[in-house]
Protein backbone atom coordinates (compact mmCIF):
# COMPACT_ATOMS: atom_id res chain seq x y z
CA UNK A 1 0.00 0.00 0.00
CA UNK A 2 1.29 3.55 -1.00
CA UNK A 3 1.58 5.69 1.85
CA UNK A 4 -0.66 8.19 2.11
CA UNK A 5 0.39 12.12 0.63
CA UNK A 6 0.56 14.45 3.05
CA UNK A 7 -1.81 17.10 2.71
CA UNK A 8 -1.05 20.41 0.42
CA UNK A 9 -0.96 23.33 2.06
CA UNK A 10 -1.27 26.86 0.21
CA UNK A 11 1.54 29.10 2.44
CA UNK A 12 0.00 32.37 1.01
CA UNK A 13 -3.80 31.29 2.83
CA UNK A 14 -2.68 29.68 5.86
CA UNK A 15 -0.67 32.60 6.49
CA UNK A 16 -3.70 34.74 5.84
CA UNK A 17 -6.33 32.89 7.77
CA UNK A 18 -4.03 32.59 11.05
CA UNK A 19 -2.99 36.74 10.59
CA UNK A 20 -7.28 37.14 10.86
CA UNK A 21 -7.87 34.92 13.79
CA UNK A 22 -5.43 36.55 15.70
CA UNK A 23 -6.90 40.18 14.45
CA UNK A 24 -10.16 38.56 15.63
CA UNK A 25 -8.98 37.49 18.81
CA UNK A 26 -6.86 40.62 19.68
CA UNK A 27 -9.95 42.88 18.42
CA UNK A 28 -11.77 41.29 21.00
CA UNK A 29 -9.16 40.86 24.21
CA UNK A 30 -7.01 43.30 23.05
CA UNK A 31 -4.36 40.62 24.82
CA UNK A 32 -1.22 39.34 22.59
CA UNK A 33 -1.11 36.28 25.91
CA UNK A 34 -4.83 35.57 25.08
CA UNK A 35 -4.52 35.36 21.41
CA UNK A 36 -1.43 33.08 22.19
CA UNK A 37 -3.62 30.96 24.37
CA UNK A 38 -6.58 30.77 21.72
CA UNK A 39 -4.03 30.12 18.86
CA UNK A 40 -1.29 28.30 20.72
CA UNK A 41 1.50 30.67 19.65
CA UNK A 42 4.07 32.25 21.03
CA UNK A 43 3.09 36.17 22.16
CA UNK A 44 6.10 37.34 19.85
CA UNK A 45 4.79 35.18 16.74
CA UNK A 46 1.08 37.01 17.65
CA UNK A 47 2.68 40.48 17.64
CA UNK A 48 4.12 39.76 14.19
CA UNK A 49 0.97 38.73 12.51
CA UNK A 50 -0.48 41.82 13.78
CA UNK A 51 2.09 43.91 12.28
CA UNK A 52 1.72 42.55 9.07
CA UNK A 53 -2.08 43.30 9.53
CA UNK A 54 -1.47 46.62 10.40
CA UNK A 55 -3.66 46.56 14.06
CA UNK A 56 -0.61 46.56 16.38
CA UNK A 57 0.97 49.72 17.61
CA UNK A 58 3.44 50.39 20.35
CA UNK A 59 6.44 52.56 20.67
CA UNK A 60 8.92 50.34 19.85
CA UNK A 61 6.84 48.89 16.89
CA UNK A 62 6.24 52.51 15.36
CA UNK A 63 10.13 53.42 15.78
CA UNK A 64 11.63 50.21 14.07
CA UNK A 65 8.75 50.39 11.29
CA UNK A 66 8.97 54.11 10.62
CA UNK A 67 13.24 53.51 10.50
CA UNK A 68 12.94 50.70 8.15
CA UNK A 69 10.54 52.61 6.00
CA UNK A 70 13.23 55.41 6.16
CA UNK A 71 15.82 52.98 4.07
CA UNK A 72 17.50 51.90 7.57
CA UNK A 73 19.05 48.73 7.68
CA UNK A 74 18.30 46.24 10.63
CA UNK A 75 22.30 46.99 12.20
CA UNK A 76 21.51 50.45 11.76
CA UNK A 77 18.05 49.93 13.70
CA UNK A 78 19.55 47.90 15.98
CA UNK A 79 22.23 50.34 16.78
CA UNK A 80 19.80 53.41 16.51
CA UNK A 81 17.21 51.15 19.34
CA UNK A 82 19.48 49.22 20.93
CA UNK A 83 17.56 46.02 20.22
CA UNK A 84 18.76 42.91 19.30
CA UNK A 85 18.87 41.81 15.42
CA UNK A 86 15.92 39.35 16.71
CA UNK A 87 14.24 41.55 18.83
CA UNK A 88 14.33 43.99 15.62
CA UNK A 89 12.84 41.22 13.69
CA UNK A 90 10.14 40.39 15.43
CA UNK A 91 8.45 43.96 15.23
CA UNK A 92 8.45 43.95 11.33
CA UNK A 93 6.01 42.66 9.48
CA UNK A 94 6.30 38.97 7.23
CA UNK A 95 8.31 39.71 4.44
CA UNK A 96 8.37 36.49 2.96
CA UNK A 97 5.53 33.31 3.64
CA UNK A 98 6.72 30.65 5.66
CA UNK A 99 7.38 27.62 3.47
CA UNK A 100 8.78 24.91 6.18
CA UNK A 101 5.96 22.06 5.85
CA UNK A 102 5.97 21.15 9.67
CA UNK A 103 5.05 24.97 10.36
CA UNK A 104 2.05 25.01 7.55
CA UNK A 105 1.03 21.61 9.41
CA UNK A 106 0.89 23.17 12.75
CA UNK A 107 -0.13 26.51 11.19
CA UNK A 108 -3.55 24.45 9.54
CA UNK A 109 -4.21 22.68 12.79
CA UNK A 110 -4.07 26.02 14.67
CA UNK A 111 -6.45 27.62 12.42
CA UNK A 112 -8.44 23.81 12.44
CA UNK A 113 -8.69 24.54 16.35
CA UNK A 114 -9.67 27.72 16.53
CA UNK A 115 -12.61 27.15 14.27
CA UNK A 116 -13.65 24.22 16.18
CA UNK A 117 -13.30 25.64 19.70
CA UNK A 118 -15.13 28.75 18.17
CA UNK A 119 -17.78 27.00 17.00
CA UNK A 120 -18.48 24.78 19.96
CA UNK A 121 -18.98 28.03 22.28
CA UNK A 122 -21.03 29.51 19.59
CA UNK A 123 -23.50 26.48 19.88
CA UNK A 124 -23.26 26.45 23.27
CA UNK A 125 -24.38 30.17 24.00
CA UNK A 126 -27.37 29.84 21.55
CA UNK A 127 -28.65 26.25 22.91
CA UNK A 128 -27.22 25.87 26.55
CA UNK A 129 -27.50 22.18 27.28
CA UNK A 130 -25.01 19.56 29.36
CA UNK A 131 -24.17 17.86 25.48
CA UNK A 132 -23.11 21.00 24.32
CA UNK A 133 -21.59 21.84 27.17
CA UNK A 134 -19.42 18.28 27.07
CA UNK A 135 -18.78 19.56 23.08
CA UNK A 136 -16.89 22.25 24.24
CA UNK A 137 -14.85 20.46 27.09
CA UNK A 138 -13.98 18.52 24.11
CA UNK A 139 -13.15 20.62 21.91
CA UNK A 140 -10.79 22.79 24.69
CA UNK A 141 -8.72 20.09 25.80
CA UNK A 142 -4.86 20.95 26.16
CA UNK A 143 -6.12 24.35 25.91
CA UNK A 144 -4.24 26.75 29.10
CA UNK A 145 -6.81 27.65 31.39
CA UNK A 146 -5.94 29.82 34.45
CA UNK A 147 -7.99 29.65 37.82
CA UNK A 148 -8.89 32.48 39.54
CA UNK A 149 -5.26 32.60 41.93
CA UNK A 150 -3.31 32.66 38.93
CA UNK A 151 -2.81 28.97 38.51
CA UNK A 152 -2.16 27.40 34.68
CA UNK A 153 -3.85 24.39 33.79
CA UNK A 154 -4.52 21.78 31.18
CA UNK A 155 -6.69 18.84 30.81
CA UNK A 156 -7.60 15.29 28.73
CA UNK A 157 -11.22 13.69 28.64
CA UNK A 158 -11.26 10.22 29.48
CA UNK A 159 -14.79 9.00 28.83
CA UNK A 160 -16.80 11.00 31.22
CA UNK A 161 -14.08 12.22 33.28
CA UNK A 162 -11.96 15.39 32.59
CA UNK A 163 -8.47 14.98 33.99
CA UNK A 164 -6.79 18.25 34.98
CA UNK A 165 -2.92 18.09 35.06
CA UNK A 166 -2.68 19.78 38.38
CA UNK A 167 -4.80 17.26 39.95
CA UNK A 168 -4.88 13.62 40.69
CA UNK A 169 -8.52 13.19 41.00
CA UNK A 170 -10.40 13.59 37.53
CA UNK A 171 -13.65 15.83 37.53
CA UNK A 172 -16.40 13.63 36.83
CA UNK A 173 -19.16 14.32 34.33
CA UNK A 174 -21.42 14.12 36.86
CA UNK A 175 -19.72 17.26 39.10
CA UNK A 176 -19.66 19.11 35.86
CA UNK A 177 -23.46 18.66 35.18
CA UNK A 178 -23.92 20.24 38.88
CA UNK A 179 -21.79 22.78 38.64
CA UNK A 180 -23.50 23.73 35.47
CA UNK A 181 -26.60 23.89 36.71
CA UNK A 182 -25.89 26.01 39.16
CA UNK A 183 -24.52 28.28 36.95
CA UNK A 184 -27.05 28.16 34.84
CA UNK A 185 -29.62 28.76 38.33
CA UNK A 186 -28.18 32.01 39.29
CA UNK A 187 -24.86 34.55 39.06
CA UNK A 188 -21.88 32.79 40.34
CA UNK A 189 -19.12 35.13 41.22
CA UNK A 190 -16.12 32.62 41.66
CA UNK A 191 -15.28 28.83 42.32
CA UNK A 192 -16.76 28.48 45.70
CA UNK A 193 -20.08 29.25 44.48
CA UNK A 194 -20.27 26.34 42.37
CA UNK A 195 -20.00 24.04 45.23
CA UNK A 196 -18.32 20.85 43.37
CA UNK A 197 -15.30 18.73 43.69
CA UNK A 198 -12.87 20.73 41.29
CA UNK A 199 -14.90 24.20 41.09
CA UNK A 200 -11.52 25.79 40.62
CA UNK A 201 -11.10 24.34 37.56
CA UNK A 202 -14.85 24.40 36.42
CA UNK A 203 -14.79 28.15 37.05
CA UNK A 204 -12.19 29.55 34.55
CA UNK A 205 -13.35 26.82 32.01
CA UNK A 206 -16.98 27.99 32.31
CA UNK A 207 -16.12 31.55 31.96
CA UNK A 208 -14.33 31.10 28.97
CA UNK A 209 -17.25 29.30 27.07
CA UNK A 210 -19.59 32.47 28.43
CA UNK A 211 -21.43 30.41 31.47
CA UNK A 212 -20.52 32.32 34.08
Known amino acids: ?????KPHYNPK?????LTTAAVEIYAEEKSLHKAADELDMNPIKIRKLLITAGVYESITSDSV???KREGKTIPEIMSTLHLSKASVNSYLPYSKIPYKAEELS???ERIAKYRERKAAVEKL?????MDNLWDCIIAFVGYPFTTAKGLKFKYTVHG?????DRKEKAVTRSSVEMAYRKACEGEIT???KLGVFGASYLYPVFKRFGVV
Open 65 to 67: NRL
Open 125 to 129: SKERG
Open 106 to 108: ANA
Open 190 to 192: GPK
Open 13 to 17: EILGE
Open 160 to 164: GEMKV
Open 1 to 5: MNPKK
